[in-house]
């Protein structure tokens, strides 16, 4: 693989052979919280398990994760070629239409041969008809508007007939609790939950979430529903929905007023909070839908700390956590998890950004 062109704001790397995470911790004998974390602040790169990030943060930060549960989105659907293939759901729109990728049979990557009113036949005698590309209609694009006939809730179709989203990295399936975090929250009812799971958040453990409070970091929830992942090279994320709490919105305040820190849990938290946040750096109580990209343009108004995974070379978040730590600390984190063979992915290791 060859370094990626990235914007300037964004570092410049290789991943490396054999960086990536091909099934969860546990299968290779460590826990969840023992994989491993580089806590970075300017001009110290610190190398640590997970289950130590409760020791390098300070009584009176806090630490805001997203409550959102992993659904098992993936799809197979026939084609009217008969050949089966990998339906992506990634939400549901207010109207009740549903926004899909269609991907390439063998699943390595979205299908582009789609058109608008191809339809597939789902499992259940549920026919899906794509209607324009998402969240722009009239431009090309892997994501789809579709509705189905009969006109069924996702949510519990696909908790009827779905299984996890995976990619080709992964050396097998794996099961949904593997892709819950531990402060998942069931929802009920026919909201969907996240196509794909808010992955920073995978390390936190009961003792690592009691060992926080017990240190003084209250752990503040809050709600985004993620999508599928972007892919495709500088792909932005495509309009997600979210909730912010009123009491989550007035803690943070309170926080960043005092003088502390506001740690989110990986990029999901992060677009929420940040687009709950005005000109005047306060959050304020919000719930809809969120197309914020964080960047050189928009750069963070509150969060100040970041839990982060490994992204690859092209993925937009890189510009989220350049918009947060500033892209000279970004780019050295990414040095030295090159350096250290740590692993990428939703399965991989982790980074504390303490700018």
Do not use: C, K
């Amino acid at each position: 693989m060859t370094p990626a062109t990235t914007p300037a704001t964004t570092p410049t790397f290789t991943l490396p052979p054999g960086a990536e995470a091909t099934a969860p911790p546990e299968r290779r004998g460590v826990p969840r919280d023992g994989v491993a974390l580089l806590a970075v602040r300017p001009g110290q790169v610190t190398a640590h398990r997970f289950r130590d990030l409760p020791g390098l943060l300070e009584p009176g930060d806090v630490v805001v994760v997203n409550t959102s549960p992993t659904v098992p989105a993936r799809l197979d659907a026939v084609r009217s070629d008969g050949l089966v293939t990998p339906v992506h759901v990634a939400t549901t729109l207010d109207d009740g239409s549903w926004v899909v990728e269609v991907r390439r049979p063998d699943n390595t990557g979205p299908d582009r041969g789609v058109e608008p009113g191809s339809v597939l036949r789902l499992p259940g005698g549920v026919r899906l008809e794509l209607i324009e590309g998402f969240p722009t209609p009239a431009h090309a694009s892997r994501l789809w508007r579709a509705r189905t006939e009969p006109q069924v809730s996702a949510a519990e179709h696909l908790a009827r007939h779905g299984s996890p989203i995976r990619y080709g990295y992964l050396a097998g399936a794996v099961a949904l609790p593997e892709l819950q975090n531990v402060y998942a929250t069931d929802l009920g009812g026919e909201e969907m939950g996240s196509a794909e799971m808010a992955s920073a958040g995978r390390p936190f453990t009961e003792s690592v979430l009691v060992r926080l409070m017990a240190r003084g970091v209250a752990v503040l929830p809050l709600l985004l529903h993620a999508g599928v992942s972007s892919p495709e090279l500088h792909e932005p994320p495509a309009p997600e929905r979210f909730v912010v709490p009123a009491a989550t919105a007035r803690l943070v305040a309170s926080t960043r007023a005092a003088g502390g820190r506001v740690v989110a849990v990986g990029t999901t938290v992060t677009r929420a909070l940040e687009t709950a946040t005005g000109e005047d750096g306060v959050p304020r109580p919000a719930s809809g839908w969120t197309d914020l990209v964080l960047g050189p343009d928009r750069p963070a108004r509150v969060v100040n700390g970041l839990v982060t995974g490994l992204h690859e070379p092209q993925a937009s978040h890189l510009q989220l956590l350049a918009a947060v730590a500033g892209p000279a600390l970004v780019d050295e984190a990414y040095r030295a998890a090159v350096d250290g063979a740590l692993l990428w992915h939703e399965f991989g290791d982790s980074m504390l950004f303490l700018p």
